[in-house]
């Protein structure tokens, strides 16, 4: 018996993929858990218009992703930092601080999590801080530290 798979099983395929299995395999493991339908014709062109329609999603999401990029490159935003003598620092800026800077300042809500910053700021001055929009996109939003009054 021919299935389509609904889920990734183990040992047997991934999701959207048509493999053979034994008939008793198909109506007592794979059919009741949910994880496969029969491979019919009407099972495999509603398989092609899940597939058209996520590829459709996708394409959306990458170009919303581009045009925000683009858009956060010409963007900076300002953080405040107490300095002391010589303008050593007192602590540093996470990603927090410049997400919540960019909410304030930008009416941007961009996810700490999803800048790359590898060690927190500790200096006065710009930095460009990369931030992973999508899995093909980074943008680079540039951060001024500069010294609290």
Do not use: C, W
Request: zero cysteines; proline letters at 3%; a positive charge.
């Amino acid at each position: 018996m021919e299935v389509v798979l609904l889920e990734d099983v183990k040992a047997l395929g991934k999701k959207g993929q048509i493999v053979k299995v034994n008939d008793g395999y198909a109506r007592n493991f794979i059919l009741p858990k949910k994880l496969g339908v029969e491979a019919t014709t009407k099972n495999l062109n509603d398989l092609k218009l899940q597939k058209a329609n996520a590829e459709k999603v996708a394409a959306e999401q990458l170009a919303e992703a581009k045009a925000l990029a683009e858009k956060i490159a010409e963007l900076s935003v300002t953080v405040s930092i107490r300095a002391g003598e010589g303008g050593r620092t007192f602590g540093s800026v996470s990603t927090k601080e410049i997400a919540k800077a960019a909410a304030d300042q930008l009416k941007l809500d961009i996810d700490k999590k999803k800048m790359v910053l590898p060690e927190p700021i500790k200096s006065l001055g710009v930095t460009e801080v990369p931030i992973k929009l999508h899995k093909d996109v980074t943008a680079k939003l540039r951060v001024k530290v500069v010294e609290a009054k």
